[in-house]
């Protein structure tokens, strides 16, 4: 089996006005990682302590160092760094019991293999002016959707008119983005552009390394970036819970923010020359801890990716990993059945192969993690054959873990 390993080069420059004129140019490459090591505790951005945390403290700053203090001493024995043959060297390396996607998939893009190179997303809305400045490409071993000039994008959702946000939901994805002096952000919209009225939510701004929510910033480490101006991917995710919204970038908390902003839809709008690549769009309502999900029937993660060529798991996926052996470490009698799907490539037989590899991958990482082997009960379940509209698209590169009976 051939593994292609392609990368998008765009050629940026004042005089590109439009996705349509940059040349695609592919290219054999491996992309390599840079790992950042914490320093000085995460930077985060808070606008309400509670008044827990504010008791006694004579101002807010002071507030969210004594809280980061606590938090230092009460997840001390939960800073993992992933160190096996078997993640991507990433920056997550704070593996905490903190963002937990919700467990009822509302709306779900890898893109999936169906698209095609060059043409617009099928499962989104876009802007009249955004067509032509949104498409699907293949990267690496998948599809990612480019953004270019003014595109934005909203999920393509059955009576998108209507809210279809619950109270409680999460949203992540998977961005890459240039980074260059002068780079501008994308945002996210707590309404659906072009389908819904604005419900008067300021929207979420990221720019590299700094993500702002209202007058709240978190700042991240500058991000890795290759030879080619663009960052490596990085992971957002995002909680709101009842008025409670929490943002995360690769698993450390940059804002936190207690408001009721409603929010009834998601529109992703980015507008700027340089490229930015999305992928792995989930949004999920109800989210539970890990053990709650797992008591009531199944814990699903779709963030698990298994990087074929480099046969490594996506450093996120290390971080879900984590999570779940500390589960397994603080309850030595539980027991899991750990179901996985890979989907990534055209012919079965090279699915089963590298299906086989991910699910060793994962297998040797929780043992390497500290999980008994008895604890664990490996299977890979096959493929699917990705098509439009099947229900089927969310096993593609599903895990499973669920109690063995």
């Known amino acids: 089996m051939k593994i292609r390993i392609a990368v998008t080069f765009l050629l940026i420059g004042l ?38 945390a ?23 024995d939960e800073k993992v760094f992933i160190d096996t043959n078997f993640i991507e060297y990433t920056d997550i390396q704070w593996q905490r019991l903190r963002f937990v996607s919700g467990k009822n998939v509302v709306f779900y893009d890898k893109p999936f293999n169906y698209e095609k190179d060059e043409k617009e997303p099928s499962n989104w809305f876009l802007k009249n002016k955004s067509k032509g400045e949104v498409q699907v490409s293949s990267l690496d071993q ?11 994008l909203t999920p393509k959702i059955e009576n998108a008119e209507k809210d279809y ?29 072009d389908k819904q009225k604005s419900n008067g939510s300021a929207p979420i701004k990221i ?31 995002v909680s709101y819970n009842k008025g409670f919204l929490k943002i995360y970038l690769n698993e450390r908390l940059m804002v936190t923010y207690n408001e009721e902003i409603n929010p009834t839809g998601i529109t992703i709008d980015y507008y700027a020359i340089a490229p930015i690549f999305y992928k792995n769009l989930l949004i999920a309502s109800d989210q539970e801890p890990i053990i709650d999900q797992i008591n009531s029937g199944v814990f699903t993660s779709y963030d698990i990716d298994y990087i074929a060529y480099k046969n490594r798991l996506s450093g996120i996926g290390g971080s879900i990993l984590a ?19 890979f989907s990534q490539f055209e012919d079965k037989s090279d699915n089963k192969k590298y299906g086989e590899a991910k699910t060793t991958a994962i297998a040797k990482t929780l043992l390497a993690m500290g999980v008994n082997v008895t604890q664990i009960n490996m299977n890979f379940k096959g493929s699917v054959e990705q098509k439009p509209g099947s ?13 063995s009976s």
Request: charged share 30%; glycine share 6%.
């Open 142 to 152: 998948g599809k990612v959707i480019i953004v270019s000039a003014d595109g934005y």
């Open 207 to 237: 720019n590299q390394n700094v993500v702002t929510f209202k007058d709240s910033t978190g700042y991240y480490p500058v991000m890795a970036n290759d030879e080619n101006g663009m960052s490596n991917w990085y992971h957002l995710s």
């Open 165 to 193: 946000l619950p109270d409680n939901f999460t949203l992540e994805f998977d961005f890459m983005m240039p980074v260059i002096p002068f780079s501008k952000p994308f945002y996210i919209y707590f309404y659906a552009k």
């Open 391 to 403: 229900e089927d698209n969310l096993k593609s590169e599903a895990v499973y873990f669920k109690k």
């Open 54 to 76: 504010n008791e006694g403290i004579e101002s807010a700053n002071d507030g969210i160092d004594k809280w980061e203090e606590w938090e230092e001493e009460q997840f001390a």
């Open 323 to 341: 999570k779940v052996a500390n589960l397994l470490k603080d309850n030595p009698d539980l027991k899991l059945d750990i179901d996985v799907y």
């Open 15 to 52: 005089s590109v006005g439009s996705f349509a004129q940059w040349g695609r140019i592919h290219h054999n490459i491996e992309r390599n990682t840079r790992k950042h090591f914490e320093k000085e505790g995460e930077a985060i951005g808070e606008k309400h302590a509670t008044d827990a």
